[in-house]
């Protein structure tokens, strides 16, 4: 999965083999992304949990995704 702001916009070296400005130019876009990646991982957490729980037999049935029409209400 690709995440916004988790991929360098320039080429991506490891690190042992970086000139001294490559590595300069890494840290500072590292440093300028670290809020949008923390907002990212956040909404990744909320996403899998939203997911969770919608996928738990007793919300299928609350949301209506019961297979029986009757069967819509939590036992």
Do not use: C
């Not at 042992?16 to 876009?29: G, R, T």
């Not at 996928?55 to 049935?61: A, C, E, N, T, Y």
């Amino acid at each position: 999965m690709q995440y916004n702001g988790m991929t360098p916009p320039f080429e991506l070296i490891p690190f042992e083999d970086m000139k001294k400005k490559q590595a300069e130019q890494y840290f500072v876009w590292y440093i300028d992304t670290i809020e949008q990646r923390i907002q990212n991982l956040e909404m990744r957490k909320l996403t899998k949990k939203k997911d969770r729980l919608l996928s738990h037999p007793k919300m299928l049935k609350t949301n209506g995704l019961a297979s029986n029409p009757t069967d819509t209400f939590i036992s």
